[in-house]
Structures are given as C-alpha cells and as structure tokens.
C-alpha cells in the first residue's frame, strides 16, 4: 500500500482556506459565525483535528461529538451535505487529488458518524 504524502503544512493551508470559505456560505456561513467566538483559537483545533486524524499525531485532545451537540439543531443533513460539498472543493483545488481524496473520505466518515451521535441524542432526549 502506498502512503499518501500529506503534511502539517497541508494541513495548516487547507484548514484556514476551508473555514474561510464556510463564512462565506451563505448557509453556513452565518452558523459557524454564531457557534465560533474566537476563530484564530478555533482554527488552530481544527488544525490540530486535522493532524490528529491524518497524521495521527495525537495533537488534538478535544470531543467533538460534545463540541457538535451543542449545536444540534443546525446538524442537520442538508447542512453536512454543504459542508462536505465545500470540503471537497476546497481540497481538490488545494491538495494533490489522492491527498483530497483521503482527506474527502475521512471527511465523509466523520460527519456520519457525526450525523448519528446527534440522532442518537435525539432519540434519547426524545424518550426521556
């Protein structure tokens, strides 16, 4: 098996370009302005995700489903739907395609998983 080369400079390029572009959505935009108060802070968590993720540097210590519940009522799969459309936009025109790729993919995994922690959480507020 091949390893793909993917860098924490990749990462510390893709991240910021990525974000920036979410605030411009006219959909998201507007949703991660209100649940971010300090971005230059968040970015570097993501970045730190990010590492955590592809280069499983271990740099990242947060929960993020915790950190998504908060804002359930915006997890919704139209909004993952965009977020991932920007996603792949972004790391096609900043990655290698099989950086992208790989990125793209685990991309798709998390915000399924993402997707149903939230259900779960749903559910079970739901019945209690």
């Known amino acids: 098996m091949t390893e793909i080369p993917i860098t924490e400079e990749d990462i510390a390029r893709l991240v ?12 998201l935009g507007p949703i991660f302005d209100n649940a971010i108060d300090d971005w230059p802070h968040h970015l ?3 970045q730190a995700f990010w590492s955590s993720v592809m280069l ?8 993020p489903m915790v950190a998504h519940l908060k804002h359930a009522g915006h ?4 909004n993952f739907d965009r977020w991932l459309t920007l996603w792949t936009e972004v790391t096609e025109e900043e990655l290698g395609p099989q950086a992208a790729a790989a ?14 922690g939230v259900e779960f959480h749903r559910v079970r507020e739901v019945a209690a």
């Not at 997890?75 to 139209?78: A, D, L, Q």
């Not at 990125?103 to 149903?116: D, H, N, P, T, V």
């Open 16 to 27: 910021p370009r990525f974000y920036a572009r979410v605030r411009r959505d006219a959909v």
């Open 44 to 46: 570097g968590k993501l």
């Open 56 to 63: 499983t540097s271990g740099r990242y210590k947060g929960q």
């Open 75 to 78: 997890m919704t799969r139209e």
């Open 103 to 116: 990125f793209q993919e685990k991309a798709g995994r998390i915000a399924e998983s993402l997707q149903l």
